[in-house]
Structure formats: structure tokens, C-alpha cells
């Protein structure tokens, strides 16, 4: 039987938790007398937390001592936390558990490999993280997405080479990621920003049981 690992990226992938990412964002903002729009949200996508706060105050143009800084950090995480906390399976994007599923049955590798340090905790909340054989988050990494850090250490953690690994990424640096690790990219989105990508989806619903199959029986090369 043919074995391959599938690492899926986690918000924009399998949930999207960008929205509380923005609420988060916007109360800190607004209580520092700072307008934060959804606009200026785009620009956070992929962006660490601490660049996140810098650009937000360089906007307002508000200075804070580094003490305060950390605070207003912690403040955002727990925001944050307090409404990923309401998570329920609902939230799980349009046929994954489809996907998921025809890959248990496969008995495939299944893995996450999110820049998230949250990941753990989202997945729990939506009731999947008894599916995946191994979790690969933002406390397990020290670089960050394009660089492949975290594709391969999923990888390995699958005892599986990079080559036989297949990554479902909704962002750019991903997708350069998964590229730099000599693995199959499958971006989720839209083909103008995914265009490095091996494949692309608009989403899981796009993905048919044949898509899978020959990803699971065709070698790296031949797909």
C-alpha cells in the first residue's frame, strides 16, 4: 500500500479564524483611540503577533514602553482565546471532514503544520484533533513559513521522506513552504494569489475521491 502524509494548514484550511483574529485586533486598537478597518486586517494575514501590535501603533501613532507592549500582547491573546473559546464543529470548513475521512480510511499520514500556538486548543474545541496522527504548531518551530521548518518536521514526525508529503495551504508563504520541502502544494483559495501551487481549490468541496486516490497512488513526479 502506498503511504503518504498530508500536513494541512490550520485557519483558512480547516476553520477560519481570521474574524476573531480581527475582533481581537480591532478592541485593542479601539481602546488605544486607534480606528483599525478590515483593510488594514489584510495587511496582519501572516504577520507575528508582535509585528502585528508594531504596525497597529505606528498607525495610531502611539508609543508604549516595552512593559506596556507585552501587556497589550497578552491582552490580544486572551481577547482572542475568549472567542475561539466559543468554537463548535459548525465552524470546520466546507468538506474537510470529507477529505479527513477518506484519508483514515486510507489509513494515511495525517499531520497539522500551523505557525498557531493556539492550534491545539481550536482543534479540540471543533472536535478533530483525535484525527491527526501528529501536530506541528508555533510552539514546536522557530521559522517562520516561506521557510519549511514546519512541513518537515510533520514530515519526520510521519517518518515519511518530504517527497511523499502532500500540503493543503490557503497563503502564499505557505505554498513556498511546502515547495521548498519537496512536497505537493495545494492551495486553498484563489488561483491568482496560489498561482505556485501544484493545484488549487477554491475549497474541499472542489476536491473529489479520485483527486485523492491519485494523490495517495502516483509518486511525486508523475502527478
Not at 500582547?73 to 477518506?102: A, C, F, G, H, Q
Not at 483525535?130 to 518537515?152: Q, S
Request: aromatic share 8%; with cysteine; glycine share 6%.
Amino acid at each position: 500500500m502506498n503511504k503518504k502524509g498530508f500536513i494541512f494548514d490550520l485557519d483558512g484550511v480547516i476553520v477560519d479564524t481570521a474574524k476573531y483574529h480581527f475582533l481581537a485586533w480591532k478592541k485593542l486598537a479601539n481602546d488605544l483611540g486607534i480606528d483599525f478597518t478590515e483593510h488594514q486586517n489584510e495587511q496582519l494575514k501572516g504577520v507575528s503577533r508582535v509585528k502585528s501590535l508594531e504596525k497597529i501603533l505606528d498607525w495610531g501613532g502611539v508609543s508604549v514602553s516595552e512593559e506596556e507592549f507585552l501587556q497589550l500582547m497578552d491582552k490580544k491573546n486572551r481577547d482572542y482565546l475568549s472567542y475561539i473559546d466559543t468554537m463548535t464543529e459548525d465552524e470546520i470548513l466546507v468538506d474537510v471532514p470529507k477529505v479527513l475521512n477518506l484519508l483514515k480510511s486510507g489509513d494515511q499520514g495525517i499531520a497539522l503544520g500551523s505557525a498557531s500556538k493556539n492550534a491545539r486548543t481550536i482543534l479540540k474545541k471543533v472536535h478533530l484533533f483525535e484525527t491527526f496522527h501528529t501536530i506541528v504548531d508555533g510552539t514546536n518551530v522557530t521559522k517562520a513559513k516561506p521557510d519549511p521548518e514546519v512541513f518537515l518536521i510533520a514530515a519526520k514526525q510521519l517518518d515519511l521522506e518530504p517527497e511523499h508529503c502532500i500540503v493543503f495551504e490557503d497563503s502564499i508563504a505557505g505554498i513556498q513552504a511546502a515547495n521548498a520541502a519537496n512536497m505537493i502544494s495545494i492551495g486553498i483559495g484563489e488561483e491568482s494569489v496560489l498561482s505556485e501551487a501544484d493545484f488549487v481549490f477554491k475549497d474541499f468541496s472542489e476536491i473529489s475521491e479520485s483527486f485523492v486516490a491519485q494523490l495517495i497512488n502516483k509518486q511525486h513526479s508523475t502527478i
